[in-house]
Nanobody
């Protein structure tokens, strides 16, 4: 089994910063990509930022320049540092891991964490 656990959500004042973290554990052969998606109230889930095993990053225009995604391969963890937060950033942040397992080493699957809520409000 594979388990994805995200953490770090909470209440942040406008203009503030927050870092959310995610760790994946279990039966893993390889990780291709790690990332964060978010879902605001009443909206569809959307991309936040992703990072590949080689370190290539991608982020949505809505957060570009305000977020930094990083990963620790040894800890099988990914982090999203968010700065200059505003009310539009209020959302449940979901960790996403694109990986393969030893049982199917060349079959890649998305695994999701349960989400962590970030609320930006004064």
């Amino acid at each position: 089994q594979v388990e994805v656990v995200g953490s770090g959500g909470g209440l942040v004042q406008p203009g503030g910063s927050r870092r959310v973290s995610c760790a994946v554990s279990g039966s893993i052969f390889a990780i291709m990509r790690m990332g964060w998606y978010r879902q605001a109230p009443g909206k569809q889930r959307e991309l936040g930022a992703t990072i590949t095993s080689g370190g290539t990053t991608n982020s949505a225009d809505s957060v570009k320049g305000r977020v930094t995604i990083s990963r620790d391969n040894a800890k099988k963890s990914v982090y999203l540092q968010m700065n200059s937060l505003n009310a539009e950033d209020t959302a449940v942040y979901y960790c996403n891991i694109f990986l393969s397992t030893p049982e199917q080493a060349y079959y890649w699957t998305d695994y999701w964490g349960e989400g962590t809520l970030v609320t930006v409000s004064s």
